[in-house]
């Protein structure tokens, strides 16, 4: 856990931004994967890491706006739990590790909530994305509907957006680690292997270090399915292999890291064409990343060196810049550059993609790639997020396009008939927004 001051601060700067009222936060509970007792890993709750790091199961917090007081709601274990699990620390004792003042039930926290409820006092809650708090929150507010505080919402994503100096150093360790499962890979892929033996191995290493995967891994020969989960393939030579995998630190802070490699360690010719201009997006894209420019400008910079190179190789035409106004260049490029990045892969974005990625000032398209762009605002000094660029031949979304003559100005169909079994390249690294510009989080990985 960071200090206890590091956490009270944080509940302090989000208490003073939603003014008045009570916050209620919920953690999560120990979720089973068949009964009670056989559970997937428990992952607490971002939001409530983020005031309190606080790491275990049925735990509630408190803040009241305009004293700041916080109050952890929870039950201390019974000897009953002490058989089945030893010792645990008290309610109290995790309430001092995060400079809490106050601990109380839950059975106290359902009749607080109840009350605020029948009062119609301001209460603040955040979305639930698991049934089992949305089920909760309805029963102690008595509620057919929910209705999360835009304000608290808000108030979170304006903090959280903004990585202290000791976040970046936990997403920095989160990176030494995803360097070792990268250059795994690396190392060790060879014809004839199965996906699922380099996956074993890349996830023990994420395990190694009393973390674990920060996302489910992608690691592949087929890329240009964006998130394929599937591990069951046999590596074959001339293939190319995907992995999109990265590990969170045992205080919950993720890398995202991806890189394609050859399966026989060489790449042909064409593959090389295709990797070179992925790279110089990527480059492109990280040169053009400073504070004061929208991530959405960042995008679209490294859309056009994807349909310059494709240009150049003969798969697009036309003029590169109206082509990817058009949208033309998403049929190889078909998601967003990137997105914010700290305790969550995807940060915040259960409060809202569009809140964390955008703003009044620039809307999320709806155009074909641009609306899967997480993120488009303009860029601060202390956000963290990805950037990766990708080329992907999809033969099923070639072929509708084809067929409809979709922006056929612009693509070359016929000449894409030998990128069928090409699959995809995609290049990601993460980084940090400065004063200046920007900085690599982590190591150097090979690509
Ligand atoms: N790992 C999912 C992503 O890159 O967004
Ligand atoms: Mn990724
Ligand atoms: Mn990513």
Redesign the pocket.
């Known amino acids: 856990m960071f200090s206890a001051q590091t956490y009270k601060n944080r509940r302090d700067q989000i208490a003073s931004k939603v003014g008045k009222g009570f916050i209620l936060i919920t953690g999560n509970e120990d979720s089973p994967k068949n009964y009670h007792d056989n559970t997937y890993p428990f992952r607490q709750d971002s939001n409530f890491l983020y005031c309190c790091g606080i790491n275990k199961p049925g735990l509630f917090l408190g803040i009241d706006c305009e004293s700041g007081k916080t109050i952890l709601y929870g039950e201390d274990i019974t000897i009953d739990h002490i058989v089945w699990m030893g010792d645990q620390p008290k309610l109290g004792a995790l309430a001092d590790l995060a400079g809490i003042e106050e601990v109380a039930s839950l059975s106290d926290l359902e009749s607080r909530l109840s009350h605020l409820s029948r009062q119609n006092a301001s209460l603040h809650y955040l979305p639930p994305y698991r049934a089992l708090n949305r089920e909760k929150l309805k029963e102690w507010l008595d509620v057919e509907t929910l209705t999360p505080s835009k304000n608290l919402i808000m108030a979170i994503i304006n903090t959280r957006s903004y990585k202290e100096a000791q976040e970046l150093a936990e997403i920095e360790s989160a990176l030494v680690l995803t360097k070792e499962m990268h250059h795994y890979v690396r190392d060790n892929v060879r014809p004839g292997m199965l996906e699922s033996e380099l996956y074993g191995v890349i996830s023990g290493i994420a395990k190694s270090k009393g973390g674990d995967l920060a ?1 489910g891994v ?1 690691l592949t020969k087929d890329g240009q399915t964006l998130h394929n989960h599937y591990h069951g393939n046999t590596l074959e030579s001339g293939q190319l292999v995907l992995g ?1 995998f990265g590990c969170e630190t045992p205080m919950n802070y993720a890398s ?1 890291i ?1 890189r394609t490699w050859p399966v026989d360690g060489v790449l042909t010719a064409q593959q090389k064409a295709i990797y070179q201009i992925v790279g110089d997006a990527h480059t492109a894209a990280v040169e053009a990343l400073a504070p004061g420019r929208s991530f959405r400008d960042v995008h679209l910079i490294s859309s056009l060196v994807i349909a310059t190179g494709l240009k150049e190789l003969g798969l697009m035409k036309g003029d590169p810049a109206e082509a990817v106004k058009e949208g033309a260049h998403a049929l190889f490029f078909p998601h967003g550059l990137g ?1 914010m990045m700290g305790l969550d ?2 940060d915040m974005e259960d409060l809202g993609e569009d809140l964390v990625g955008y703003d009044e000032k620039i809307k999320r398209s709806d155009q074909f790639g641009l609306k899967s762009l997480r993120l488009g605002r303009v860029l601060e000094p202390g956000f963290v997020l ?1 950037v ?1 660029p990708g080329i992907y031949f999809i033969p099923q979304l070639i072929d509708q396009w084809q067929a409809e003559g979709k922006l056929k100005d612009f693509i070359n169909y016929p000449a894409l008939n030998s990128y069928r079994k090409f699959s995809g390249i995609r290049l ?1 690294d993460n980084y940090v927004i400065t004063e200046s510009g920007s900085k690599l989080l982590g190591p150097e990985i090979d690509k």
Request: cysteine-free; proline content about 0%; glycine content about 0%.
């Open positions: 996302y992608i999109d995202d991806t997105h892969v995807h990805t990766e990601e």
